[in-house]
């Protein structure tokens, strides 16, 4: 069974101070991993899509990289607008369907 | 504004009740898929739909069904609700069937059960 693993639970950083969220995963062959951000109350917004070890993208104050077994996702210098739910969800090769797997999510919060 | 449109936002309702969840995709999108969203249990992936064929089945209730329309519009059907199935209900929306390309989602429904 796919698994996903978010850690820390929760982060707290303050204005300006860089920091990574780590995104574990088991999966029967990767097709795709997402990372979303979602505000309380509100849809996952999509960040990044990274699908084979090595790959990196960036956005912003945001770099996502991939392994094979984990993904991390970088902010630099984060503001307080950056303070959000940031949620990791694999996609299997085992299934020719689109479902994602998410982990339990990573709250940051960016203090000014 | 991710295009993707969810009705309504917010619903109340009682035990034992039916409760109808309506989701419109983006413009050309063809899969719809939806997700229940609890504080113990995360994101759960439900059913995708694929221009009006059900296509893959996660963790749906008995008691959940869905359908897709020729408009491509989706509903998601609850009934017998219980305590526990207060939750938010996503929908979300891609262009394939397969493959990764991105899901984008709606902004949800709250179902509270009272």
């Known amino acids: 069974e796919d698994q996903v693993t978010q850690s820390p639970e929760a982060l707290r950083l303050q204005e300006g101070e860089s920091s990574s969220l780590n995104c574990s995963y088991t999966?029967?062959?990767?097709?795709?991993l997402f990372w979303y951000r979602q505000d309380p109350g509100k849809g996952p917004e999509f960040l990044f899509t990274?699908?084979?070890a090595g790959e990196e993208k960036e956005k912003e104050r945001l770099k996502a990289t991939l392994t094979k077994k984990e993904s991390f996702l970088h902010i630099t210098a984060p503001k307080p607008e950056d303070s959000a739910t940031y949620l990791c969800?694999?996609?299997?090769?085992?299934?020719?369907?689109?479902?994602?797997?998410f982990g339990q999510g990573t709250i940051l919060t960016v203090h000014p | 504004d991710s295009g993707v449109t969810q009705t309504p936002k917010h619903l109340i309702t009682a035990t034992g009740q039916r409760v109808t969840l309506r989701c419109s995709p983006r413009?050309?999108?063809?899969?719809v898929y939806w997700y229940q969203q609890s504080l113990d249990q995360g994101l759960q992936f439900l059913i995708q739909?694929?221009?009006?064929?059900?296509?893959a089945k996660g963790n749906i209730l008995e008691r959940f069904s869905a359908q897709q329309f020729p408009d491509l519009h989706s509903e998601l059907n609850l009934s017998s609700l219980e305590l526990g199935d207060s939750a938010l209900y996503f929908c979300?929306?891609?262009?394939?069937?397969?493959?990764?390309?991105?899901?984008?989602f709606g902004p949800g429904t709250r179902l509270t059960v009272l």
């Open positions: 979300a929306s891609s262009s394939q069937v397969s493959g990764t390309d991105t899901q984008y």
């Open positions: 999966v029967s062959g990767l097709r795709g």
């Open positions: 990274l699908y084979s």
């Open positions: 969800a694999v996609q299997a090769a085992s299934t020719s369907y689109g479902k994602l797997t």
């Open positions: 413009s050309g999108d063809l899969s």
């Open positions: 739909y694929y221009n009006g064929e059900e296509r």
